[in-house]
Nanobody, 121 residues
């Protein structure tokens, strides 16, 4: 019923930039929180950046000042601009959204399939 599709990952040298996009489609009535998570090999998935429907944002301490999250509500899309990338940013990045499919406002979490970000030193 609802799908999240990420794009924009890839291989970049340290100090470079990438912009991730995540589009939500399907039966969508309302989107509350949207966020980007990442999971490196052998590590737990962690929240990198999140944005509410009111555009309040929060960031993982290690990415503050380098990453910027934004959203386009008309397009049901969330972005993550990543600058000054470091090798330790290497991970699979996942998009998550809290979506209600009706006016009952019952929200559930949806996840994208993930996109690989690799930063070489």
């Amino acid at each position: 019923q609802v799908q999240l599709v990420e794009s924009g990952g890839g291989l970049v040298q340290a100090g470079g930039s990438l912009r991730l996009s995540c589009v939500a489609s399907g039966r969508i009535f309302s989107i509350k929180f949207m966020g980007w998570y990442r999971q490196a090999p052998g590590k737990q998935r962690e929240l990198v950046a999140g944005i509410t429907s009111g555009t309040s944002t929060n960031y993982l301490d290690s990415v503050k000042g380098r990453f910027t999250i934004s959203r386009d509500n008309a397009k049901n899309t969330v972005y993550l601009q990543m600058n000054s990338l470091k090798p330790e940013d290497t991970a699979v990045y996942y998009c998550k959204a809290e979506i209600s499919s009706s006016a009952l406002y019952v929200f559930r979490d949806y996840w994208g399939q993930g996109t690989q970000v690799t930063v070489s030193s």
